[in-house]
């Protein structure tokens, strides 16, 4: 089943989408949204390793976020949010991460909000 990602800059809100079967390496150069197509209930879990973001999915494939956790000047980091098939958006958060890399794996655990759209986490919005 093909994955497609879209990956829009924070700051420039310009957009790149990635379409692939499998496996997906995602490698990021500036703190952005990640918007998968699908639901967050095809994840079995997120993992953190380094400074990337590893999206374990139901059907075994992976979704590498390179550079994921770096920080920007304003200590802003990329956002990811599931768009399913009807549109919904769904944010996922990750708590505790901190700001020392962790040198082992780490089981992240998420924390799922519902939204409106994406613009709130866009740097030109004004409500962040």
Do not use: W
């Amino acid at each position: 089943m093909n994955k497609t990602v879209d990956i829009i800059s924070r700051k420039a809100e310009t957009k790149t989408s990635l379409i692939n079967a499998g496996n997906l390496n995602v490698s990021l150069q500036e703190p952005s949204v990640l918007v998968i197509h699908g639901s967050s209930t095809e994840v079995v879990r997120y993992e953190r390793q380094g400074n990337d973001l590893l999206i374990v999915m139901k059907d075994g494939s992976v979704i590498r976020c390179n550079g994921y956790f770096i920080e920007d000047s304003e200590e802003k980091y990329s956002e990811l949010v599931f768009q399913n098939d009807s549109g919904a958006l769904t944010h996922i958060t990750f708590a505790d991460i901190g700001s020392s890399i962790p040198v082992e794996m780490m089981i992240l655990e998420p924390t799922e909000t519902t939204m409106a759209d994406i613009q709130t986490l866009l740097y030109g919005s004004s409500d962040g």
